[in-house]
């Protein structure tokens, strides 16, 4: 084989393995983060800003922080964040993790929040930041959200009045045929600490009310614990429409009062 074959060759292997890496990325599930503005605080020259893939709402919602000194994005030695609502007699906060590098797009922290209660006239919520800059100084700040209400979230408690929250996670939005069902448990230790519960078992039930006395389930994969507080399954909704699905959290063989989510779910 002369050299031309041979470069040839390669490059023939070259063009085909640049192509099946462009395919590969512009595949469907390219993750790209599309997200809207919800607040921004400038504390000493530095602007913190809060984005979100939606509006915040009562449930688990994704939240994005970046941070800029003018036009810079820096990256902080630490970003420490605590939401605290407050209430006419008391303050509160909720299940949250810190923010970390978010894995698609670095120039953002990001951390999940399950929010328990929405903004108005019961009490408005505050998100507290604290970072360290790289040459060491401390900043501080406050920044007020607002939360919309949903049906998302959901709580019971067991006899001696411990509270749980139950947070569904996925589908976000219901549609015809096969969704992941993702659901997110907590409890509530004290007011200011809500930690994930992963050792607990979810009873779940779909049901289609049919009117006239008349109704159905969908087939379903019963949500089992992945850690920190998840429980995965599936549901195939057979049909759009209004579906409840009721939910009985089972914590050290009590099973506590049930739950029952109601929502809509869309044609495909
Ligand atoms: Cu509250």
């Known amino acids: 084989m002369n050299i031309q074959t041979m470069l040839g ?3 023939a292997v070259a063009a085909l393995l640049v192509f099946a890496i462009s395919c590969d990325s512009s595949d469907n599930n390219n993750p790209e983060l ?3 503005p919800i607040n921004s605080v400038t504390v000493d020259g530095y602007t913190v800003s809060l984005e979100a893939t939606n509006e915040l709402e009562i449930g688990a919602n994704q939240l994005f922080w970046k941070i800029k000194q003018g036009d810079d994005t820096i990256t902080p030695q630490n970003f420490i964040i605590s939401p605290i609502m407050d209430m006419a007699t008391m303050s509160h906060s909720t299940p949250f993790d810190q923010p970390e590098t ?6 953002y922290l990001s951390n999940l929040a399950v929010f328990i209660m929405p903004s108005g006239d019961m009490g408005s919520w505050t998100i507290n930041f604290e970072f360290t800059t790289q040459s060491g100084s401390d900043i501080s700040g406050e920044m007020p959200v607002n939360v919309n209400s949903s049906w998302k979230i959901m709580n ?3 006899s001696n009045g411990k509270k749980y929250f139950v947070t569904w996670f996925e589908p976000q939005r219901p549609m015809s045929g096969n969704n992941d069902l993702t659901f997110l448990v907590h409890t509530r230790e004290t007011m200011m600490n809500f930690p994930a519960v992963s050792d607990a078992e979810l009873i779940v039930y779909p049901y289609m009310d049919m009117g006239g006395g008349t109704g159905h389930s969908t087939p379903f994969t019963p949500p089992v614990a992945t850690g920190n507080g998840f429980y995965e399954g599936d549901i195939n909704y057979s049909m759009s429409g209004l579906w409840t699905t009721t939910v009985e959290l089972v914590v050290e063989n009590d099973t506590l009062p049930e739950m029952v989510f109601e929502y809509s779910v869309i044609a495909k």
């Open 102 to 107: 978010d894995a698609i797009d670095d120039s």
């Open 9 to 11: 060759r390669l490059m």
């Open 156 to 158: 019971t408690e067991d």
């Open 34 to 36: 599309d997200l809207i």
